[in-house]
């Protein structure tokens, strides 16, 4: 597999929110809006990222049995990080995501991708790989949110181009689910025209 | 990939290697970040505090008191300015939300009249509820300036003065509850 | 008085699957049986209340004195993973019988973030340790509550024409963005 | 180094070292073994799961073949010797060469060969006909006509002629999994085996009324005249019941029989044209593969 | 000997026989029932209830036909009526002052989400009508609850003023701590409220009108009693046991019955075929659930009406309760005498 | 209040057209064509071969195995072929076609109409009897009559139900036998209670035939050990059943069979064909037929020798009309669809029906609405519609745990079902699957 298309494939091939099904509850929880689905997006891909490197450097010295918990404390290691610094930098940000930062902890493309890709591949390879499914990650996020704004809210990235308010149920919970049927019905027949 | 075999001793180690490690790396960070967080903190509550009162010179977070009311606690940061008290930011709050607490900042004069309101937090409908935000809508600036003495501050439908958010009744009401609270409790011995 | 509230509104208003998005990769995952569901179920109320209980022990007796809450991330996590294979183990001494009913779920709840959310959540609210206990084992039973209503809902749909491009998850999300619209009823009555 | 960096530190290793504890004796305690050959072969077969193998999917049969002693009886169709073989290498055991098969459907009966004398109108299912009466025709051997074999195709192999009203089968595509086999509630269709470029010989038929009976409903009956039975040299027809049946095995595709049958109830398929032309063969429609001679209607 | 008969005899397996009732009869049947209920719509509301009720049904109708047509690319059906009814329903429980875009999005909501997105009538696991009715006002709760006044018989047909519905003054007023006697004196009397004269949604104010639509369902065998009367029920029992012990904060049953959507939800929501339960038992509890939840929203929720979301949870439960309350099997326990 | 049976059930209309017309002979045939298999179970052996010449009454088939009956021919003449033919299951079996020329009877029968109503043979004598007269159900079903009444070891029978409750529509061969041959058929009933040594007997009849009912009460006056109970008209009340519900308050047990509940039912065909064979000698060579229809000139019941061709009672019922779309042999609910009416009477017949071309053709079917009406309606308390969905989706486990094999097959689902789902097609597949599946079990 070149590079590239490993870099690529989670965008849509192997997206991890429309075809991997992993991840939900972030994607769900935060996308109220674009701006939002991409600050947890992008933390996801700092995490998933960094844990990919340090997974992938240390993967010869662990034995077997603590895979597992040696990945879930280099996770949440970041993960806490990312709390923290988002708290000192970015309060707003990090009081909108709320619960879901540190439940990144628990995000199951994280740990997926560190046992699944990182504990057997190189480096570089490992690096790339987080990178492209983060982004994978957030574009879903981030596709989500739109939608979940233009209808809702009728704005995007904050953006307002209707009069008065949009159909608020898609803000509230019940439309998060619904959208993401609907996106992932498209996403599927998308990939399986592409394929 | 059973690459290595487990036994006792390497897994001990590894582990431990691996939570050293982090650990350490984590103190670090905290330690870094320790200071940007509460600055960020402090931002928050004086831009909160500055955005209803007049401008001040003190830290009114130093001088903060307390007075327990209706099973909770208001907090009151009073502003000084050149040691003269310019007016005192309560923090009060409701529990008659549409949907649970709502906590807002109502900055007093020390004749009792508001100078400004700021909503700190709440679980509002977005689209309904959350009207109450400034930068969703001006509804808020009808309390602007207005001194309950000869004010009603509750909404027209129950015989005050105040247009609630429409569709929102529910929280408009909540919203002048607290609002009342901090007045009342203000005027009732909270002022020092 | 109190803990009827934290109950219902843990099971009804503020259901973790429907309304709280905590714990949806099962919810997705483990519903195409009813039987299935109601085994998850089963091991995630064990586990949640379980968790909740020792995480809230280190809340207050280790980090806070020691002033490292911001390490919760990391030691809950930790200690739910240890926590859930020492269940395991013990219950495969103590109860055999519950242990084939729950085993093979056990190690899915790991990475389930409703237990770390629930967790979580009870410190955050600043609940005693019998109110975490309580809202714990409530949150599992709206879990379980959803679950099973979703599972028995996805089963009959099994036999049901469904449009080629909707079945599988695609109609689970739809199914569960409907239920929770029904739950938005719920809205108020604590 | 202050207390804070000291606390967590402490803290977290020594956490670290309670869950190694942990896990060492969980690993001592359930050493769940799964022959990891399971995986392995379950690799190399096709994941079809279409049950051709005799067992319920793909894995089964793996666990299966990994606990077998000789691979006697076991044979993925899809897969077909190449994958046992692969699958016998990994294992250690010796694979049973299998001569590949393919379904041939054994009834000719097509709309115009065999006039409709009622009208069926109830579910469309050929075993709910065949368990209510002989069908809309009056042969009670032939093809119903409604699809359960092609139901039952996982691989796209058949389709149903809307002219014949006969299920049809494409060579290429059909890895003689059994299941249009199992399916059929008249047991028309048969696996035979597969011979070079797909060529095939076989009686279309499976009627076993007695000649004079059979024509009166169906025109390229097998009458059970045993034409064809005298004439092979290699004794691949077996007559039975007023019905002749080429043994696949046996047949060497000498194409003697074809031309005897007075009802053209043999099939050849896949055979270049012929060079002496028969007289009574009708010209074969352009791409036709099945050389039918026209029969008188009677 | 077929000589005579000039075309192919048919052949197909028992029964020969089929009784005269067929999808579209039954669904003609709902509509009929209906009537009552459209009439005093139009006579307390003016017009526009005949055009929300058109804008409704033929939104419906173009929805379902394109969507079956274009997105499944199957046979339409939409001769069956079934989305008929859904229309009507969907109008008959919206205010007659609604715009008409949000009752062509309600339809859309209604069938394209609520009843194509499974495959169409039948499968569906949420009643259509309902799902679009509480999308529209989750989403739309401004002009949801903005209640034309009703004109009575005689009044002219222009002035509309907004007026709440019954349960929304006994909300508010509880909300204010107002004592129930107070607030009784801005609601209408139960005889008015009887044959429909309160504010509301267009279809759902005629309790008299409703009932003759259900002695009509039952008499043509559509629906049974099972469900409108255990649902109808449940909320009378559960009101007037808290009505008993605290007058003051309570409404009286009656008044629970005759407010709100509960008589034409329980008599044509909860009753639809594919969303309620197959067997007695299981629509009697299915009946009591409603009732339990819709008492408990108006009581104790935010939300002054509860019906409709009563039955939609409850539509969520019909599969559980359909796979526990079986029919009794013939010769499953055995007792002899 | 009539008894009935307390679940389901439906009430097509009954259209007996054919009830005030008195059962009449049918003239012997040309040819007959006897089928070796006219009963459930074993087909009996051949005992004449092709060029032979038999008498009317002459046994020309032996039963083979315990569940299998004797066949006799009903007419004399030259068998002229043993061979396969098409019957009334739709295939071509054995049968044993005859060349008719005289009427000669073997002698030992009987031949007087004389009524002998006084039991003068032992209870075993009776069942040796009805063995050798190849007495079948009549009902339906054709079940050898000699099994039903050798009560397995430790199970009692104590009641004896006579079944005239015919309650297909259509059909009226059973009314019209129990008003004209009322003695005989309480004969024949008191016969079976005696080989069964039952002291109870109770006769079911439909309360839409009065006048049987009260013509058979006002015989079983005579024996205080029978009465007749008028039944509502509710079908499927002629469901063994459904009957023993009604009228004993037992309920036989899922998978069971009446015995079980100490219970034997017989249909009033049957009971006539006991008096004959016991009190006459005379085996099971001929029965009662309708042939009716909405178009059919003259409805009529007709006394015809077993072997007769269908076409030919057509015939003598003014001929096939013109318009007629389907041929059913029995009743509309449960009567099976012919292609051809060439094939014989068997002891099953219990009539034709000749259906108009409009009313042949099913309705198209729609998506079930899961109305329930299909629920409501099956007696045997089971789910149709779910039945046949998991049938369609070939879940045969659940086909086989939601109880399918309980099925009666009585069309009531089919029949009431407003969006027309063949829905007991498809519960049909799914019992013979069910069916393999458990044999495959063994
Ligand atoms: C989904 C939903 C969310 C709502 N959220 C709020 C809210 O946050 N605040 C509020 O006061 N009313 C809210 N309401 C509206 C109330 O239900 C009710 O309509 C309103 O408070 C009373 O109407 P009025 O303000 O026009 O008198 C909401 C309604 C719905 C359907
Ligand atoms: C396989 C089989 C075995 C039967 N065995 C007995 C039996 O032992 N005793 C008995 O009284 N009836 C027996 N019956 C007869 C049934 O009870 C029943 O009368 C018969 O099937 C005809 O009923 P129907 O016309 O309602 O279908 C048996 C039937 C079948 C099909
Ligand atoms: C749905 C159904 C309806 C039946 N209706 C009748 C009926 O009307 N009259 C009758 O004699 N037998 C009827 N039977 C057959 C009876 O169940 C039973 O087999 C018969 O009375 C037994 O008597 P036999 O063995 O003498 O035929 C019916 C069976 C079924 C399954
Ligand atoms: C008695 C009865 C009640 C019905 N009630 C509704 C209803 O409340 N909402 C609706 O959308 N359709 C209703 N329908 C129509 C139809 O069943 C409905 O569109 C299906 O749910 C679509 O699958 C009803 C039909 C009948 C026969
Ligand atoms: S045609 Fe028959 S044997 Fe061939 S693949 Fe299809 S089902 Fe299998
Ligand atoms: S070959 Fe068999 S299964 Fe296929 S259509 Fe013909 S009868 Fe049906
Ligand atoms: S399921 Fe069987 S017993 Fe029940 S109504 Fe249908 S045919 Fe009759
Ligand atoms: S009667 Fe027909 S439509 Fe009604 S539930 Fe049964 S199968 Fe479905
Ligand atoms: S369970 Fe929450 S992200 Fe998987």
Redo the contacts between chains.
Sequence with gaps: MSQLKNFTKGFVQENPVFVLFLGLCPVLGTTTSAINGMGMGLATTFVLTMSNVIVSLIKNFIPDKVRIPSFIVIIASFVTIVELTMQAFTPVLFDALGLFIPLIVVNCIVLGRAEAFASKNTFLTSVIDGFGMGLGFTLALVMLGGVREILGSGSLFGIKFIQGDGMILFVLAPGAFIVLGYLIMLMQKLKSKSA | MAKKESTLINMLVALFVVTFGASTALGFIYQITKEPIAAAKLARKLDAIQNVLPEFTNNPNSETYKMPIDGDTLRFYPAKKDNELVGTAVETFTKQGFSGEIKIMVGLLPDGAIYNVAVLEHKETPGLGDKMERKKSDWITQFEGKNPKDFNISVKKDGGDIDAITASTISSRAFCEAVNRAYNAYMEGGKK | MEYIIIIISAIFVNNIVLMKFLGICPFIGVSNKVETAIGMSGAVMFVMVLATLVTYLIQTFVLEPLGITFMQTIIFILVIASLVQMVEIVLKKISPALFQALGIFLPLITTNCAVLGVAILSIQNDYNLIEGVVFAAASALGFGLALLLFSSIREQL??A?IPEAMKGVPIAFIVAGLLAMAFMGFTGIV | MNSVLLFTIISLSLLGLIAALILYFIAQKFKVYEDPRIDKVEDILPSANCGGCGFPGCRNFAEVLVKADTFDDLFCPVGGNEVMAQAAALLGKEAIEVDPKVAVVRCSGSFEHRPR??FY???S?C??VH????G?T?C?FGCVSLGECVDACDFEAMYMDEKTGLPVIIDEKCVACGACVEACPRDIIELRKRNKKDRKIFVSCINE?KGGIAKQYCAVTCTGCTKCFKVCEYDAIIMNNNLAFIDSEKCKLCRKCVTECPTNAIHEINFPPRRIKIETEAKPGEGEQISTKKVSNN | ??E????L???????????A???Q??MTGVLIALIPAFVIGIIMFGWGTLIVTGVAVISCLVFEYVIQKYLLKKEP?VT?G?AVVTGVLLAFSLPVNIPFWLVILGSLVAIGVGKMTFG????NPFNPALVGRVFLFISFPVQLTTWPAPKGFGTSLTDAITGATPLGIIKEGLRNSDSMDTIMQNIRSSKEMLYGHMGGSLGEVAAIALAIGFIYLIMKKIITWHIPITILGTIALFTGIMWLIEPTQNASPVFHLLTGGAILGAIFMATD??TSP??PKGMIIFGVGIGLITVVIRRFGAYPEGIQFGILIMNAFVPLINSYF???????E???? | MLKSFP?GG?H??ENKFSAGNQITKLPLPKTVTIPLSQHIGTPAEPTVQRGDMVKTGQLIGKYKGFVSSNIHSSVSGKVLKVD?ALDS????RTSVVIEVNEDIWITKIDRSSDLRKEITVSGDEIINKILDAGIVGMGGAAFPSHVKMSVPKGKKCDILILNGVECE?YLTSDHRLMLEKGEEILVGFRLVMKALNVKKGMVGIENNKPDAISHLSQIAQQYPELEVFPLKVKYPQGGE?QLI?ALT????????LPID??VVVHNIGTAYAVYDAVQKNKPLIERVVTVTGNDVKKPSNFLVRIGTPL?QLVEAAG??????????N?G????????S??VPVTKGTSGI?L?P?K?????PF????????C?SV??????PF?LM??TE?EIFDRVEK??AL?CI?C?SC???????R?L???I??GK??VGQIIRNRK
Excluded: W
């Excluded at chain 6, 299951?89 to 071509?92: I, L, R, T, V």
């Excluded at chain 6, 308050?249 to 069971?256: D, F, K, M, T």
């Excluded at chain 6, 729609?366 to 009406?373: G, M, Q, S, V, Y």
């Design positions: 099994d036999l024409e | 004398t009622n109108d109830g579910a299912n075993t709910i368990n209510l009466y002989t809309d009056d009670p009324d | 000997m077929y005579k008969i000039n075309k005899i048919t052949v197909s397996p028992s029964p020969h026989v089929h009784s009732g067929s999808t009869k039954l059906s069956d079934s169409g009538l039948g499968n075929y594919v197959m067997t079986k029919p009794k099997r013939f010769g499953e055995v007792k002899n005498g | 679940r439906v097509p209309a396969k299951s739709g295939y071509k529509p059943k519900k308050g037992r309920e036989v047990p899922s998978g069971g509940v100490g076409n001929g096939i009309p013109a318009q007629t779309g389907k041929i059913v029995g509309p609910m449960m009567g099976k669809a012919m292609n009416l060439e029906l259906i071309e009313e042949s053709k099913r309705k729609r998506p079930c609405i899961r109305c329930a009406k629920i099956c007696p045997m308390g089971l789910e779910l969905t998991l989706k939601d109880k309980d097959e069309g089919s029949y009431i079902c407003p969006a027309n063949p007991l097609d498809y049909r597949l013979f699957r």
